[in-house]
């Protein structure tokens, strides 16, 4: 039987080589939208008698909370330590984003292929045999070329973008292309208001930045003519926002278009990135799962209620960290993003709602916002 986590009741287990460990001093489970490779690191208690331990690096793992997996992944790293007065073993590794990140794409062509087709002629010859699609749209591929020396990921996130989506390895191992479904109800209401009973926050910060807000963007898209002469910039876009109190220009040149409406695909991608990038809320929470019993997971939408911030509003939750530790106990911080800003193209009649839907801080920053035109 795995070992519980006596304050929430939660089991923690994860498997390797077919073994199953369950002693834990602490850990870390992180799975973010935005960053390639999901990752865990597991501090294991190890009794000093215990004889060899296996070396695990390059093993398969999955990692599972309450019956539940949560990733599925190979180990990287594995350091064991002894002395006179200890023993430890800590163990970190990777899902398997992990392969297509340390390893250089094969050589093909995929030009004239769907998008869903050239990603699995890109994935296949790496092992990663399961790959779904979670979008509208499959559009042929036409102008992206695959570079030599290219991570496996770099082409296949490529790919995605030409698309206007993502790429993500779900827990059970699933390579996925595609968005945010944000027709899907809030799976949480997560209330920081000083003296109300209701708080169920540990604590929660807002970051707010101007990096990568401009007032002008020049969107230049590059097409080759035939022939093998050079190339030209004769595609042309400009979006502005008025919204920006002094001049901000910045002129973009996309590769990979070949004509206005791809253009303007690519540039408002790239918009929205950007306006995802201006605002983060980090909120920590006590245990692993919601109310309802639900493990916190990437994709889910929270209503966030917290009167400090002049916020009353639905956010969509883009990573998650699960941890174990001596003094802070068993939390989960959540990094969540605007509603409705990320991938639009997989979804846009859904996203597009979303950007409407007006919450309390919607309505403080709407005439500051300009809304993302989705095509």
């Known amino acids: 039987m795995p070992t519980r986590d006596n304050t929430f009741g939660n089991n923690i287990v994860v498997r390797i080589d077919g073994k199953e460990h369950n002693q834990w001093k602490s850990y870390s489970i992180d799975s973010d939208f935005l960053i390639p490779a999901d990752a865990f690191d597991f501090d294991i208690g190890v009794p000093a008698d215990h004889g060899d331990i296996e070396d695990y690096s ?22 064991h330590s002894l002395s006179k007065s200890d023993r430890s073993l800590s163990i970190a590794g990777r899902d398997k984003a992990s392969i297509l990140l340390d390893c250089s794409v094969p050589m093909t062509n995929v030009k004239g292929l769907t998008m869903m087709a050239a990603i699995k002629r890109l994935a296949e010859p790496l092992g990663i045999k399961n790959v779904a699609h979670k979008a509208e749209q499959n559009p042929r591929v036409d102008k992206v070329d695959i570079e030599p020396g290219q991570s496996a990921w770099d082409a296949i996130m490529r790919l995605a973008n030409y698309a206007g989506l993502h790429a993500w390895f779900d827990p059970a191992g699933t390579l996925t292309i595609g968005g945010a479904d944000y027709a899907t109800p809030p799976v949480a209401s997560l209330i920081c208001n000083p003296g109300d009973k209701a708080n169920n926050i540990i604590s929660v910060t807002a970051e707010t930045s101007l990096r990568e807000r401009y007032s002008e963007v020049t969107f230049l898209g590059q097409s080759h003519t035939r022939g093998g002469s050079r190339a030209q910039h004769n595609l042309k876009w400009v979006y502005k926002d008025p919204s920006l109190p002094f001049y901000k220009p910045k002129t973009v040149v996309l590769s990979d278009v070949e004509d206005l409406a791809a253009l303007k695909k690519a540039a408002k991608k790239q918009i929205s990135d950007w306006r995802l990038a201006g605002f983060t809320l980090t909120v920590t929470v006590p245990d692993h799962k919601t109310a309802d019993g639900v493990l916190w997971t990437p994709g889910q939408r929270v209503h966030i209620v917290a009167k400090e911030f002049g916020i009353d509003d639905i956010y969509f939750l883009m990573g998650r960290r699960f941890s174990l530790s001596k003094f802070d106990g068993t939390t989960t911080e959540l990094r969540l993003k605007e509603d409705g800003i990320w991938t639009p193209d997989a979804y846009p009649g859904k996203a597009k709602k979303a950007q409407k839907r007006k919450g309390k801080r919607k309505q403080r920053r709407q005439k500051a916002k300009r809304e993302l035109a989705i095509v």
């Open 58 to 79: 390059g093993l398969t793992a999955a990692v599972e909370i309450n019956g539940e997996k949560v990733l599925t992944g190979l180990v990287d790293d594995c350091h």
